[in-house]
């Protein structure tokens, strides 16, 4: 049987504002809020759809400093990926335990 994992990039509030200058052309919501809101309910429903949801918390200086350790342009491509390497690690963690 196949587990199926999203990993959902997941900022800190704090940190909100220096990832809208980070990815200028990723489609943002005004608000930190607006996003959490937003988030916490696609979070909801990926989970009910049966695949496991992992909140993929990440920092813009460890990503901007990810993406040139892994020769990935800073772009919401590069943020997906970030997302799915964290889903599949934590899948990984749990498959080990």
Known sequence: MEIQAAG???FAEDDYESF?????????HPTYAD????AEQNFERIQTSGVMAIKAHVRSNEFVAWCEATSRDV???ALLAWGNETAIRAHQNKKGN
Request: hydrophobic residues 45%; positive net charge; aromatic residues 16%.
């Open 35 to 38: 996003w959490l809101s937003a």
């Open 8 to 10: 959902l990039p997941w």
């Open 75 to 77: 772009d919401a491509h």
């Open 20 to 28: 809208r200058r980070v990815l200028p052309d990723r489609r943002w």
